[in-house]
């Protein structure tokens, strides 16, 4: 009787397979469903913003009007960029300029009536947008999916490292210790009155059998201790304990309640992502040369971050010294003297802006180069006008960025932190390298897309399935 039931269940495991198949295929269905119809509003709202904006200029003599308000864009760039490279009376004048361009075209348009039509034309491209970014993180979120997910095993000694000042007192503000050590981890609280040596700290831990390693603190931290995990192959635990937590913020973890990261050590699963390395340091984030690096080493610049930064960028920005000094190339490729130079651990995700945002992706196994060299006030017209895209700026992607200048050292910010090299300082991409643990449920796993590829949507609007998240 035994051999009989042996088909029977067999064909029940397989009529479940089938269920679930059937299953996955209809919710893949209605995920194209709801892509294809945001996508079609998308191109709908768009091409009706445009079309609306192009008959309100033929119909009423609006060209001026609409002249007037890219004049009123490069007027206020301009103004932006006497306020950060000048001081004194210039400096106060460019930010009068900086406000009073817009201030200016919206009178004119509210006087003229053309402010209605502006107002239709701007809800129309908001909502293009809306439906556009909707359209593509659905789009992604059926991609992200689709990836193979990696159970991670069992724990048998986890130790965490946590920073009780961090993020301003994070770690006791959300009882991160006692739910560690009620998950059966250990923790290891660090004495702020004096230095740690938070590398060696890790490779203690180690040493003594440790076979998981976590972070509470900054992104710093967390690069120090995740290249020590990384050495030994251990699972990186990163616990979003910190001020701003971009590299969190990327593993797509809870930023406003660190204590849901600790769900990972009671059921996780394991990410294999890659690490920057500059000059032997690991960094998890981005590696800054330039005008930021250098107002960074400034010892007041932790206490008035704009102040210092106002103070010093004059002098930075068009002086003969620091960032000006700067050569750098991309996989042997020269770029444009920078006066800000970022290489960072995997690409960010493309903006219009230089905001960054966030990177979709921390595998690709290439780092992310950003420069900037504004020359003057047009370039930085240009700069306001097309963002990312102005001459102003080089975005790639490379396997080695190489840094060089005259002077003895080279300031460098990595993951925030102030740094003086050696020249040359060589960047470099350990792809894959780092197993990170992470809890299953993570609600930032699929980032808001910050820049609408329209070529994208239009394929998504006549029913095509987009792109492959590695590129």
Known sequence: MSHLRIPQVGSIVVGMGAAATKADAKAATEHDRRARTLAQAAVFSAVAAVVFLLTVVLLYQGVWLLLTGLAALVVAGVGAWWFVSRRGVPRWIGAAVAVAAPITVIVLYTGDGFWFDSVIVVALWALALACGRSALRIDAARRAAALESVPAPPLRHPVLIMNPKSGGGKVGRFGLVEKAGALGAEVVVLDTSQPQDVEGIA??????????????????????????????????????????????????????????????????????????????????????????????????????????????????????????????????????????????NNPYGETETLGGGRRPRLDRGVLGVVAVHVEGSIDAAQLAV????????????????????????????VDGEALNLEPPVVCTIRPGVLRVRVPRDRPGAVPEPVKVDWRTVGALAVGRTGTDPRR
């Open 203 to 344: 490779r203690r831990a180690v040493a003594e059998g440790a076979d998981l390693l976590g972070v509470a603190g900054g992104d710093g931290t967390q690069a120090l201790v995740a290249s020590v995990a990384a050495e030994h192959d251990l699972p990186f635990l990163v616990i979003s304990a910190g001020t701003r937590n971009h590299f969190a913020m990327d593993l797509g973890l809870d930023r406003d309640d660190p204590s849901t990261c600790l769900d990972a050590l009671r059921d996780g699963e394991e990410l294999r992502i890659d690490l920057g390395d500059l000059a032997g340091r690991p960094f998890v984030n981005t590696a800054s040369f330039g005008a930021y690096a250098q107002i960074v080493q400034n010892p007041e610049y932790r206490d008035s971050k704009s102040g210092t930064m106002l103070n010093e960028l004059p002098d930075l920005l068009t002086g003969d010294e620091g960032a000006e000094a700067l050569r750098a190339e991309a996989d042997g490729d020269r770029l444009p003297r920078p006066q800000v130079l970022l290489v960072t």
């Open 386 to 413: 097309l963002g990312t895209s102005s001459r102003s700026v080089t975005v790639r992607t490379a396997h080695e960025v190489r840094v060089d200048a005259e002077a003895g050292t080279i300031p460098v910010a």
